[in-house]
């Protein structure tokens, strides 16, 4: 980590969920509409890099990243369907899911746990873009060598005596 900028990791699984919808034919697994602009000026090269033709490793990426993001998206829904109203995100990164979410899920409450350098500049980068913060969404600094989730989660409105989805 940088001090200032955002993880390598959250960038790249950003890119690919981009590149998914631009390489990709419909029906896609996953429409982060918001990954490209949430990239900045790198979002081209990034995108770029996961363009058919290109390193197998990044040609499976494409499809397991957005199909993983699909995934923990169904086990969200299901738990909210039977109560759940927290998800914890860990690694949050730049994910867009408060951004998406289904209308119906309004009430759910999300922890977005990331490291401060990553927090701070995805807030940056969503000011820039004019983004208001979305009802329910706590953006969380965690650096994970240093602080436990635990500390981390109890300075916030997460309810440890409350179901949670954590992804």
């Not at 429409?31 to 790198?42: I, K, P, S, T, V």
Request: charged content about 25%; overall charge negative; glycine content about 8%.
């Amino acid at each position: 980590m940088n001090a200032g900028e955002p993880s390598r990791t959250a960038m790249q699984v950003a890119a690919c969920r981009a590149a998914h919808l631009r390489f990709d034919p419909p029906p896609h697994l996953l429409e982060d509409r918001l990954a490209e602009a949430l990239l900045g000026d790198e979002a081209e090269a990034l995108i770029g890099s996961y363009a058919p033709g290109g390193p197998w490793i990044l040609q499976e990426n494409r499809a397991f990243l957005p199909l993983r993001g699909r995934f923990g998206e169904d086990v969200i829904a299901e738990a909210y369907g039977e109560g759940t109203r927290q998800l914890v995100l860990l690694g949050a990164g730049l994910d867009s899911f408060a951004w998406r979410r289904p209308k119906g899920q309004a009430d759910l409450a999300i922890f977005e746990v990331d490291h401060p350098a990553t927090q701070r500049w995805k807030r940056a980068r969503l000011a820039a873009l004019g983004l208001e913060t979305p009802n329910g969404l706590v953006f969380v600094e965690c650096d994970f060598e240093t602080t436990s989730l635990s500390d981390a989660l109890s300075a916030t409105t997460f309810r440890p005596d409350r179901p949670a989805v954590v992804s």
